[in-house]
């Protein structure tokens, strides 16, 4: 068996070798160069209208295996044509044309198959009329190929073996199109098959500069470009098949692969085709970017790999895009751009595109990860975009953490806005361009969270600063407390945050936790819906003189359209807090709790602020302490604890204590909501109880309140002062009623006790009924009207008892009573008395004197008299009895004001063996006229003494004894009766009140 | 005893002097003529028939409604006011009437105060 392969093997190698000798004898003998060069030329001639050179003609068949070539050497064709830049048309060293042996061999026919040039140029030039420099064949002769070339068409196989350039170059200028390329050094190989149906082919080209100019406009310039494709094409179907091609611009290379068909039946061009890149750097990209198009880059400068795969599949006609499935990835990137202050880098991404260009349904751009930073941020985002062609919808979740500082060189110096610190933060957000653009928040979805670090911003003179703070927010609210509050939702919490305005306030909050939901706030015709949770270790806030500090205040605020009314809002506020305090100036607040709760609805169609505010509640107040410049002593308040509702205002507990006064106050105002609106009578009914008022402390307490010395005015210069609002005006439709309890008030060294009483304000009248209270000197009582008809016309009475009074104390109590009764002032001891007075009153309270009334009665027993030297100098003049004692046995006496008149009723006083009785008038402008009848003495007569005059100016004049019988009932005369009657009517109307 | 001679002729002289004047005679007006509203300057009286009154004086600002009320009595000629404070108490004021026509009205007090009003409608 080996033998005879081994023959078979030898009988092959020696035809093989006799052929190879044939072949090679008549290379070199029968068609050698010399014999082959005039046929060339003579068939060159007949097809080349232009001059062509030929060098050295040979046939070539080993290089060009296993069929026989031609090849020519210093192979050119000049065609001069006017305006060309060359007359050379091609200029090359070598040129080989490969012949088909086969139909040499059986048919005699030099058929190329294959053409090779090496090294020289292609000039190839059209002028703007179409001439060209390559029209160059023979038009007559043209005809009858055609013909044969058309019975080529039909041959059953073309096989092009091998088009190959070698270090040509290329030159186009075709000033018809405006085009003008240059190819250099190319490189260039060309195979395939052409058979009746199919061309199968494998094009290769590589040129290290390429330079393509069109309309003016240079696409490439020296550019390197490689090509390197192999496909088949199927003409009856226009069908076109890429298998692994590559096609390579400055290194940048593209992989393609896939089909595309011509339908011509119906209208379609079906495609399949994938292409993939790798790594192209962007920097390249940029520089293939046409000088036309620099301006679009102008101060950019970009960096980074670019990586991308894709295909194009299916049909494409009038109405039908194939899919195309782009991918796109960015690696290590960088970017500068001009006008934007911060260059970019690591920029990474993977981007997916996949569109028929037309259907919504199919299309979305899909971003795999999208990153890039800053010197000092980075970003990222992530997501899906899809209904391309329609309304564009973004599904995409962005992260940043951002240096603000470096932003600020963005910020318009106009602005005078400063930002620092870091944002941290990740935003997840769902919308539509449509949504963007109609500003349709309410459709979106955004949520996140952020973190601000060593926050800083300054604004127009306003600060916040804070060191740490979380921000969460989501639209809309997934989570919400009701219905109503599904729109937005926010948590803040705060570290330190503090706020300022330079000359203004300064704020501060620490450990702060805000707890925001909100229905749409956007809607104008309703209140939103809002609910805010607070809770926070401290505030505090400076304003000019103002401060507040609150320790751990908590709380929550819902704010929600009214029913009925959604343009006014209900209110809820809950709101606790410790240590809460609050200074004015010189005035300060501390509470150690307090707590509120209420409820407000607002009606803003109420002219009345009350009525437009409506709330009910109840707040609790501990420990408050309040310290005013105008208060001597701290105002402390053990306890506040009170409900509210719009009818009804309920204080349940309320204790004030100043220094050494204590006060509580209880009690109900009622139909307050039904007064507003006129509908019925204020109500009022309270209790204050206190076990100790210091009077002169409360009065220097609050002795100046809401007066500065400027205040010290004439009555004309308060007149003029607009400022002033009138007089307290008692209002009507009110009845309000205090019920007092005071256990001691003392005033100095005085002590009242059991001050019981009742203060009234009765529908226009204020009233202080019955007040009765005891005091060292005395039991005493009081009753006080003020009624205010008209502001002109100010009503104010008293009606004072004092029973058991000492005299002196009396006097010092009440010291215009020595005015009304001088000769008071000469007694010492116990009495009663008792005054009603009344009078009307201006604007300015001064009192119209032509409107006083005024009555008093008083009434002593074993008064002592002077002092002991008087009385000795009085007992010695009128030789009193050894016997005699310093006492007046008895005084009673009435007395009368009307308008500037004072009317002494007749009294009796009784010394020792004197009785006189004394009467007369008294005048405000103290000139007086009194009467003095001696009644009874150790002398037997009746004498009488009228004293007239002024202090300064007073008469005596003997008179008759006016009232010698006058405490005499058996004799008495009708008019010492009449004045007996008049006092009596006195003093019982006086005493008609005095509880017993 | 000198000292008391002198005291003596003393009260005598003084008694001399004190014992002068008789009352005045007893003169009766008509009341009905008081009925009606009476002026002094600003000063208004106004009487009723109940024996009700009331008084005030315009220079204070004090107009006929916000009369301040009195009663009177007129017996004879003493003319009795009997001012009615709202607080409780009164005030007694006693006069003697000299003339009293349909419009013409004098009084005065013990004080030797003369008043004298013109009636208005």
């Known amino acids: 068996m080996k033998?005879?392969?081994?023959?078979?093997?030898?009988?092959?190698?020696?035809?093989?070798?006799i052929i190879l000798l044939v072949v090679s004898v008549a290379l070199w003998l029968v068609f050698t160069p010399e014999r082959l060069t005039p046929i060339v030329h003579k068939q060159a001639e007949k097809y080349i209208t232009c001059q062509s050179d030929l060098g050295e003609i040979e046939l070539t068949f080993f290089s060009t295996f296993p069929n026989f070539g031609i090849k020519i050497s210093n192979f050119s064709l000049i065609n001069p044509v006017a305006g060309a830049p060359s007359d050379t048309l091609i200029s090359v060293n070598e040129i080989t044309g490969i012949v088909d042996a086969k139909a040499f061999w059986k048919n005699n026919e030099l058929i190329l198959i294959g053409l090779e040039m090496k090294q020289g140029t292609i000039n190839v030039w059209a002028d703007s009329t179409g001439k060209t420099n390559y029209d160059i064949f023979a038009a007559d002769t043209s005809q009858v190929p055609e013909t044969e070339e058309e019975s080529?068409?039909?041959?059953?196989?073309?096989?092009?073996?091998?088009?190959?350039?070698?270090?040509?170059?290329?030159?186009?200028?075709?000033?018809?199109?405006?085009?003008?390329?240059?190819?250099?050094?190319?490189?260039?190989?060309?195979?395939?098959?052409?058979?009746?149906?199919?061309?199968?082919?494998?094009?290769?080209?590589?040129?290290?500069?390429?330079?393509?100019e069109y309309e003016g406009e240079k696409y490439l310039h020296n550019t390197s470009l490689s090509l390197d494709i192999p496909l088949d094409f199927l003409?009856?179907?226009?069908?076109?098949?890429?298998?692994?091609?590559?096609?390579?611009?400055?290194?940048?290379?593209?992989?393609?692969?896939?089909?595309?068909?011509?339908?011509?039946?119906?209208?379609?061009?079906?495609?399949?085709?994938?292409?993939?890149?790798?790594s192209w750097p962007l920097s390249s990209i940029i520089a293939l970017v046409p000088q036309s198009f620099n301006s679009y880059l102008k101060g950019i400068e970009a960096d980074g790999l670019l990586t991308s795969q894709g295909s194009i599949k299916g049909i494409m006609n009038d109405s039908i895009m194939p899919m195309i499935d782009i991918q796109l990835e960015m690696k290590n990137g960088a970017l500068k751009y001009?006008?934007?202050?911060?260059?970019?880098?690591?920029?990474?991404?993977?981007?997916?595109?996949?569109?028929?260009?037309?259907?919504?349904?199919?299309?979305?751009?899909?971003?795999?990860?999208?990153?890039?930073?800053?010197?000092?941020?980075?970003?990222?985002?992530?997501?899906?975009?899809?209904?391309?062609?329609?309304?564009?919808?973004?599904?995409?979740i962005t992260t940043a953490g951002l240096n603000l500082g470096e932003f600020e060189s963005m910020i318009p110096d106009s602005m005078d806005l400063k930002v620092k610190g870091r944002v941290n933060g990740k935003i997840k957000s769902v919308f539509s361009m449509s949504q963007m653009e109609k500003m349709q928040i309410e459709k979106m979805k955004l949520s996140g969270s952020m973190r601000l670090s060593d926050f800083f911003a300054y604004y127009d003179s306003m600060t916040v600063k804070t060191d740490k703070s979380d921000i969460e927010f989501a639209l809309p609210n997934y989570k919400a407390a009701t219905k109503n509050t599904r729109f937005a939702f926010a948590k803040i919490v705060m570290q330190n945050f503090t706020t300022s305005m330079e000359g203004s306030y300064n704020a501060t909050l620490k450990n702060a936790t805000l707890v925001l939901e909100t229905s749409d706030a956007r809607d104008t015709t309703r209140i939103p819906d809002l609910i805010c949770s607070f809770n926070m270790d401290s505030l505090s806030a400076v304003m000019d003189t103002m401060?507040?500090?609150?320790?751990?205040?908590?709380?929550?605020?819902?704010?929600?359209?009214?029913?009925?009314?959604?343009?006014?809002?209900?209110?809820?506020l809950s709101y606790n807090s410790e240590n809460l305090k609050t200074a004015a100036g010189q005035t300060s607040v501390a509470v150690k709790r307090i707590s509120i709760n209420t409820d407000i609805l607002n009606d803003n169609s109420q002219k009345d602020i009350f009525l437009q505010w409506m709330a009910k509640g109840s707040l609790d107040v501990d420990n408050c302490l309040i310290n005013m410049s105008g208060l001597a002593y701290p105002v402390k308040i053990p306890s506040i604890k009170m409900n509210f509702d719009p009818e009804t205002f309920n204080i349940k507990e309320s204790k004030l204590v100043i220094d050494k006064s204590d006060f509580q106050l209880t009690g109900n105002l009622n139909n307050i909501l039904s007064y507003f609106r006129g509908d019925s009578i204020l109500r009022g009914d309270f209790s204050f109880v206190s076990n100790t008022t210091d009077v002169l402390q409360l009065m220097a307490l609050t002795n100046g309140i809401g007066n500065d010395s400027t205040k010290v005015e004439t009555v004309d210069t308060v007149a003029a002062d607009t400022?002033?609002?009138?007089?307290?005006?008692?209002?009507?439709?009110?009845?309000?009623?205090?019920?007092?309890?005071?256990?001691?008030?003392?005033?100095?060294?005085?002590?009242?006790?059991?001050?019981?009483?009742?203060?009234?304000?009765?529908?226009?009248?204020?009233?202080?009924?019955?007040?009765?209270?005891?005091?060292?000197a005395a039991k005493m009582q009081l009753t006080a009207m003020y009624r205010t008809p008209r502001k002109n016309h100010l009503y104010l009475g008293l009606d004072y008892h004092m029973l058991d009074i000492e005299i002196e104390k009396l006097l010092s109590m009440i010291p215009d009573i020595d005015t009304l009764m001088p000769m008071l002032r000469s007694f010492r001891g116990k009495g009663e008395f008792h005054i009603a007075v009344e009078t009307y009153l201006d604007s300015m309270y001064n009192v119209k004197k032509s409107t006083i009334r005024g009555a008093s009665s008083i009434k002593g027993t074993n008064l002592v008299l002077m002092d002991g030297e008087t009385f000795g100098e009085i007992a010695k003049t009128l030789k009193f009895s050894k016997h005699a004692v310093n006492k007046v046995d008895s005084l009673s006496a009435e007395f009368t004001i009307f308008r500037n008149e004072i009317d002494i009723y007749p009294f009796l006083i009784v010394m020792d063996r004197y009785k006189a009785v004394i009467s007369g008038r008294h005048n405000f402008d103290m000139s007086y006229d009194y009467h003095i009848s001696v009644v009874d003495c150790p002398i037997p007569i009746k004498l009488g003494v009228d004293v007239k005059g002024t202090e300064e100016a007073m008469k005596y004049n003997l008179a008759k004894c006016k009232y010698a019988e006058f405490y005499r009932p058996t004799s008495k005369n009708v008019v010492e009766n009449k004045q007996i009657e008049l006092r009596k009517l006195i003093r019982d109307a006086l005493t008609l009140n005095v509880k017993q | 005893m000198k000292r008391t001679l002198l005291y003596l002729t003393l009260f005598t002289v003084i008694s001399m002097f004190t014992v002068s004047c008789e009352p005045e005679a007893d003169v009766s007006f008509d009341q009905s003529l008081l009925i009606g509203k009476w002026k002094s300057g600003t000063l208004y009286y106004k009487y009723l028939s109940g024996g009700t009154g009331g008084t005030w004086d315009t220079a204070d600002d004090v107009t006929e409604a916000e009369a301040q009320a009195f009663t009177w009595t007129l017996v004879k000629s003493d003319l009795t006011h009997v001012h009615i404070m709202e607080i409780g108490g009164s005030v007694p004021k006693v006069?003697?009437?000299?003339?009293?026509?349909?419009?013409?009205?004098?009084?005065?007090?013990?004080?030797?105060?003369?008043?004298?009003?013109t009636k208005v409608p």
């Not at chain 1, 033998?3 to 070798?17: D, P």
């Not at chain 1, 200028?173 to 098959?193: Q, R, W, Y």
């Not at chain 1, 390579?248 to 061009?269: H, P, Q, R």
């Not at chain 1, 929600?560 to 809820?572: A, E, L, N, V």
């Open chain 1, 235 to 278: 003409p009856s179907r226009q069908f076109i098949r890429i298998k692994e091609g590559s096609a390579s611009v400055n290194g940048l290379e593209l992989l393609m692969n896939g089909t595309a068909e011509n339908d011509t039946i119906n209208k379609n061009i079906i495609t399949d085709l994938t292409y993939r890149l790798e």
């Open chain 1, 338 to 396: 001009s006008e934007f202050p911060l260059p970019l880098h690591d920029i990474s991404g993977k981007i997916r595109l996949v569109t028929d260009l037309k259907t919504d349904a199919v299309s979305y751009l899909n971003i795999g990860l999208f990153s890039a930073k800053t010197p000092g941020s980075s970003f990222s985002t992530e997501g899906k975009i899809t209904r391309l062609f329609s309304d564009i919808h973004c599904d995409l």
């Open chain 1, 723 to 776: 400022s002033y609002t009138g007089p307290y005006m008692v209002p009507k439709n009110i009845d309000l009623f205090l019920t007092t309890n005071i256990r001691t008030a003392t005033m100095g060294i005085d002590t009242a006790t059991n001050i019981i009483g009742s203060v009234q304000i009765h529908d226009g009248i204020l009233v202080l009924d019955n007040l009765s209270f005891k005091t060292p």
């Open chain 1, 3 to 17: 033998k005879a392969l081994k023959i078979i093997l030898l009988s092959i190698a020696s035809i093989l070798a």
């Open chain 1, 152 to 212: 080529d068409t039909i041959s059953p196989d073309i096989d092009i073996r091998k088009i190959a350039l070698s270090g040509i170059d290329i030159s186009y200028i075709d000033l018809s199109l405006k085009m003008k390329s240059e190819i250099k050094d190319l490189n260039s190989e060309i195979s395939g098959m052409i058979n009746t149906d199919s061309i199968t082919c494998k094009i290769k080209i590589n040129s290290p500069a390429v330079s393509l």
């Open chain 1, 547 to 572: 401060s507040i500090a609150v320790s751990k205040p908590y709380g929550k605020v819902l704010i929600s359209p009214r029913s009925g009314s959604p343009d006014q809002p209900h209110i809820t």
């Open chain 2, 95 to 117: 006069y003697t009437v000299t003339e009293l026509t349909a419009t013409s009205l004098k009084y005065h007090d013990d004080f030797g105060v003369n008043f004298s009003f």
